[in-house]
Nanobody
Framework: QVQLVESGGGLVQPGGSLSLSCAAS????????MGWYRQVPGKQRELVGS???????NYADSVKGRFTISRDKAKNTVYLQMNSLKPEDTAVYYC??????????WGQGTQVTVSS
């Protein structure tokens, strides 16, 4: 069983920044792909960005240039740095770990609200 614990959400003004953390109970380099997703009520969960075990990152067009995914091996933690936040970035943010044959696991989610 893999556990993912997210933290860092909150309320921020438009144009501000937040950093989300996703701490894993396993070696993050054993995670094939770690993804960050977000969901607003009434809509499907959407992929924000991802990082592979090799360090390759990908981002949704809506966040490209504003969001950055990074990781800290010593802490087994993956981060989502969000800059230049917009009201439309308001959502519950989730991390998801894909371990291939060992399955996929979700974090509990953390609320991000961008509002003045």
């Amino acid at each position: 069983q893999v556990q993912l614990v997210e933290s860092g959400g909150g309320l921020v003004q438009p144009g501000g920044s937040l950093s989300l953390s996703c701490a894993a109970s396993v070696n993050i380099f054993d995670i094939y792909v770690m993804g960050w997703y977000r969901q607003v009520p009434g809509k499907q969960r959407e992929l924000v960005g991802s990082i592979t075990s090799g360090g390759t990152t990908n981002y949704a067009d809506s966040v490209k240039g504003r969001f950055t995914i990074s990781r800290d091996k010593a802490k087994n933690t993956v981060y989502l740095q969000m800059n230049s936040l917009k009201p439309e970035d308001t959502a519950v943010y989730y991390c998801k770990a894909n371990l291939g044959a060992r399955g996929a696991y979700w974090g509990q989610g953390t609320q991000v609200t961008v509002s003045s």
